[in-house]
């Protein structure tokens, strides 16, 4: 039987280890899971008769290397940090590797040997990145052959709560490590291009500068820049394009609110709290205001961040009940981030039963003999319950057809690469589609891109 190992049994690895049982007999797989937790890899596994769970560590370099000898082909599930050392064992046993993690520099350096033996490093092939990639390549492949010159790409995405299970006031849960979502934007200013112009948003008014976006049959939402928008002119090859724009979808109001914290310094990852384990989430809260022997916690922040006791966002912040004297935090030496992210657990896990969506949203502007048109392209991913998530699905279904690719030689490009090809996207859009993963285009005259109604 040809051999798959699996590393890392997280939360984005159910519907890869589904999609590889049900083509196990039809393909002749055997898939091994290795997690350091072996009661993870066991629940995936199940009782399939072609599914090993095996503990492994990836810091444990005998065991990983005997896993990696042993296989066909490697699929990391890993945090991104840790591909490198499966992707070293990789190249010195000659075995093809797929992730879904964005390349990093210790990953691209590898580039030279991995082509020079042959073998396939994909990378970037879940959601975002990966359907993103493929999805956005298909139609800018597409205006291009037809002779058109590409104006404006932009694209969103975001992980968010289904309709039906959206319960709370900021319409979100966590679908996705939380982690991210307390620190995201940080470590720079975000940067994009707008009709030809180089613009840059700080970490400070970054949730403050929006773009609202439609999509038919969910409403409204709005998205937020993501850190670098133009390192993709390169990937993509969009040298002359005069807007190019990424970013990450919430629903309206959310990003309003969450720049609260991000005012009150509730965000920081770079220092800890003296005593945060014993510090109640009232305490936490006061902790980023300014004394006074007679106000309120509650008051305080009122008025130091000037939110009317009427206005939503105070609603919001009394929901995630944050002015709780009685809750503790219970994280030694704990950054404010990481205490954030602990109150917000409570307020925003997914409850059983619930179901979570993927929304992914772009924009292409171009001109083509002498007119100006724009393509919307729109896709909607709802989960079906806590295990099979709309995030496990799109980020574990192209990372599973790609190595079941790649092992039966239908993608034969060798290097560390990202699915940007159409010998990559173009089946694996197609496969999409039968999980009901499909992008509806609309066409219309084209706008540009001004959301804020500032020119120049």
């Not at 939360?11 to 091994?32: C, G, M, P, R």
């Not at 404010?336 to 292409?364: C, N, R, T």
């Not at 709802?382 to 192209?398: H, S």
Request: glycine share 6%; proline share 4%.
């Amino acid at each position: 039987m040809r051999k798959i190992l699996v590393i890392g049994a997280g939360k984005s690895t159910a519907v890869l280890i589904q999609y590889f049982q049900d083509k196990s007999t039809s393909e002749n797989l055997h898939i091994t899971i290795g997690d350091r937790d072996i009661t993870h890899a066991q629940d995936l596994a199940g009782h399939h008769p072609h599914t090993t769970a095996i503990p492994l560590d990836v810091f444990d370099t005998t065991a990983r290397q005997a896993a990696v000898q042993a296989a066909d082909i490697v699929v990391s599930m890993l945090p991104a940090r840790f591909h490198i050392e499966v992707a070293k064992d990789c190249l010195a046993y000659n075995k093809c590797l797929v992730t879904a993690s964005y390349i990093s520099p210790e990953m691209q350096a590898l580039n030279k040997e991995v082509k020079k033996k042959g073998l396939i490093f994909m990378n970037e092939i879940g959601v975002d990145p990966g359907i993103d990639h493929m999805s956005a390549m298909q139609v800018l492949d597409r205006i291009r052959e037809q002779g058109g010159n590409i104006l404006l790409f932009e694209s969103f995405t975001g992980g968010l709560i289904a309709p039906e299970s959206d319960t709370n006031l900021w319409n979100y849960k966590f679908t996705w490590n939380p982690r991210n979502v307390v620190v995201a934007g940080q470590g720079g200013a975000a940067e994009f291009l707008q009709e030809g112009t180089y613009k840059y948003i700080p970490y400070h008014k970054l949730f403050r500068r929006t773009e609202f976006l439609e999509v038919d049959g969910y409403g409204r939402f709005e998205a937020y820049a993501n850190r670098n928008s133009l390192k993709y002119q390169d990937i993509y090859g969009l040298k002359d394009i005069k807007t190019l724009y990424r970013g990450t979808i919430r629903r309206v109001g959310f990003s309003k609110a969450w720049n609260i914290f991000v005012q009150l310094g509730m965000t920081a990852d770079d220092y800890t709290i003296e005593n945060s384990e014993h510090m109640s989430y009232r305490a936490f809260t006061n902790s980023f205001l300014a004394y006074s022997p007679n106000d309120s916690v509650e008051l305080k922040l009122r008025h130091y961040l000037k939110i009317d006791q009427d206005d939503s966002i105070w609603d919001k912040l009394v929901e995630l009940d944050i002015f709780n004297p009685h809750k503790k935090i219970g994280i030694p030496n704990a950054t404010p981030a990481q205490m954030l992210q602990k109150i917000l657990l409570d307020a925003w896990s997914l409850d059983e039963g619930d179901k979570d969506m993927l929304v992914m949203y772009h924009k292409f502007g171009y001109e083509l003999n002498g007119k100006r048109q724009q393509i919307d392209a729109t896709m909607v991913s709802i989960g079906t319950n806590q295990k099979y998530t709309a995030m496990a699905k799109t980020v574990g279904l192209p990372v599973a057809m790609a190595t079941l690719r790649i092992l039966n030689k239908e993608i034969t490009t060798t290097g560390v690469q990202i699915p940007i090809h159409k010998e990559v996207y173009e089946p694996i859009l197609q496969e999409l589609e039968a999980y009901d993963i499909v992008f509806h285009e609309k066409e219309r005259p084209y706008l540009g891109y001004n959301p804020d109604g500032v020119k120049g």
